[in-house]
């Protein structure tokens, strides 16, 4: 059995003919679908398409596969994307001192549940470099001067771009990206925040949550523009909390939810099932 697969992403304007069009060019050329997704939106006219294909029947690489499908992506004004299962993304990991997030994402790559490569760490804090390069990963301590901040993002953009990074997360950095930095990695930045968002935008929104006597408390894996807290959510989840919990218990109970919906939102971004429509997402969980 084929293990190699591609992965062909499309978003167009919806309009009839294009689940033919796409599926009979494969069928031409050989090839065989083994999942298939797709969602047509009827408030914004767009519709949403994930394929993953069996590589081995085609008669084409991915070049030739690009030239082949251009003229059918052109004519239905696709935005697409194909990308090969057997090529792992490269994630950098920020970190800032809290480690609950990394130490999770570090365990799922190195038992090979999420399929990356982590060619670094980078933090604003030396908290984190002998877990990190106990795992075998450079680790790069950039910090971050408050009169300064321009030059640690810039050597933060260095590294990123030296490791050729596919995606960067921020693993509860506690640093706000500036914008030239959310442009220069649109798409491509993706950050837990600690709160069911939209409420308790900003920090420390467990203790906000206390003082508001709230039932849930949750987390939000979005992708990082820069509007603060603002981009569009890939995944959440919430949990249960009692009248006799603690800020403490509520910080407890959050990282728990915290690591589950970043290592959650991170899987469907490296398996390319987000598909990002202005500010909303569709998801082919």
């Known amino acids: 059995m084929s293990l190699r697969r591609y992965r062909l992403i499309i978003s167009c304007p919806d309009r009839v003919g294009i689940v033919a069009a796409v599926s009979g060019f494969l069928s031409r050329h050989g090839g065989s679908i083994t999942e298939a997704s797709q969602h047509s939106d009827v408030s914004t006219g767009w519709f949403f398409m994930r394929y993953e294909i069996d590589a081995d029947r085609l008669p084409f690489e991915m070049d030739g596969f690009r030239q082949a499908f251009a003229p059918i992506a052109e004519a239905f004004a696709m935005h697409w994307q194909i990308t090969d299962t057997q090529v792992p993304r ?57 009169q300064d901040k321009a030059a640690a993002f810039a050597r933060i953009a260095e590294r990123v771009d030296e490791a050729r990074a596919d995606v960067v997360v921020l693993a509860r950095y506690m640093q706000i990206l500036p914008p030239d930095l959310c ?44 509007q603060l807290d603002e981009g569009p959510i890939i995944e959440q989840d919430v949990i249960r909390v009692r009248h006799d ?17 970043l290592a959650r939102g991170l899987r469907y971004h490296l398996e390319d099932r987000v598909l990002v429509h202005g500010n909303k997402t569709v998801v082919f969980d």
């Open 90 to 146: 490269r994630v950098v990991p920020l970190v800032s001192k809290l480690d609950h997030c990394l130490t999770d994402l570090l365990y799922r790559w190195r038992s090979g549940d999420l399929p990356m490569d982590i060619p670094c760490v980078i933090s604003n804090h030396e908290d984190m470099r002998a877990y990190v390069e106990w795992h075998g990963i450079p680790y790069h301590h950039i910090p971050v001067n408050p």
């Open 183 to 226: 442009a220069r990695y649109a798409g491509r930045v993706i950050n837990i925040h600690h709160s069911f968002l939209p409420s308790f935008v900003g920090a420390r929104p467990y203790h906000r949550a206390f003082e508001r006597g709230v039932k849930l408390i949750g987390a939000t894996c979005h992708y990082v523009t820069d």
């Open 245 to 261: 919990d603690a800020v403490d218990d509520l910080v407890r109970l959050g990282r728990d939810v915290e690591r589950a919906v």
